[in-house]
């Protein structure tokens, strides 16, 4: 059990080593351009969000891994949870190369408020898998009402505080609003 759980942890940790260096490949930068590692980027329009450690962003990523956590714990009831979360990584990897493909990034600065968006850095994306991770160990822990209740606070509190969250950001991406648009460019 203690190896297999090991083992499970080097594919993760392999999983987001490449997908760091593929990242890097594809034109992201390491670090912020600025020159500096930050905790915490709160200023939705400038040039640190999507850069460093931690911006209003990463609360969607946390909210990911609690999504992942039920559909996988749904779908794959028999998958031992290290499996669970390795495949839950693996969408979330995934999900950084596209969103940092010229396709979604195009697609971030035609639909939504992310007009000067220019992709995300490795830190802030490898971050992003972090949160995913800590998303999915909430959901795993916590009872499953105050795991939606937080997932409910995050998307309400970004929603106010920046006028943005998962739920515009998918929607936004797929059929976008003007009216939402404008509304979000406001603040």
Request: with cysteine; aromatic share 10%; charged share 15%.
């Amino acid at each position: 059990m203690r190896g297999s759980a090991f083992r499970a942890s080097g594919v993760i940790i392999l999983v987001m080593a490449a997908v760091a260096f593929a990242l890097h490949v594809m034109g992201r930068v390491w670090i912020c351009t600025c020159g500096q590692v930050r905790l915490w980027a709160g200023g939705v329009k400038t040039p640190d969000n999507s850069q460093q450690l931690a911006d209003w962003y990463s609360f969607s990523h946390i909210i990911h891994g609690m999504i992942f956590y039920a559909l996988l714990r749904f779908a794959l009831p028999k998958l031992a949870m290290r499996w669970r979360l390795l495949l839950a990584v693996i969408v979330e990897c995934s999900w950084e190369l596209l969103e940092n493909s010229p396709i979604i990034i195009d697609r971030y600065r035609a639909a939504t408020i992310a007009i000067g968006y220019t992709g995300d850095s490795v830190l802030n994306s490898m971050s992003d898998v972090t949160m995913m991770v800590i998303g999915f160990g909430l959901a795993r822990t916590l009872p499953w009402k105050v795991t939606l209740g937080l997932a409910l606070a995050m998307e309400m509190g970004t929603l106010l505080l920046i006028r943005d969250n998962l739920t515009l950001n998918v929607l936004m991406l797929a059929w976008p609003i003007g009216a939402i648009r404008h509304w979000q460019a406001a603040l």
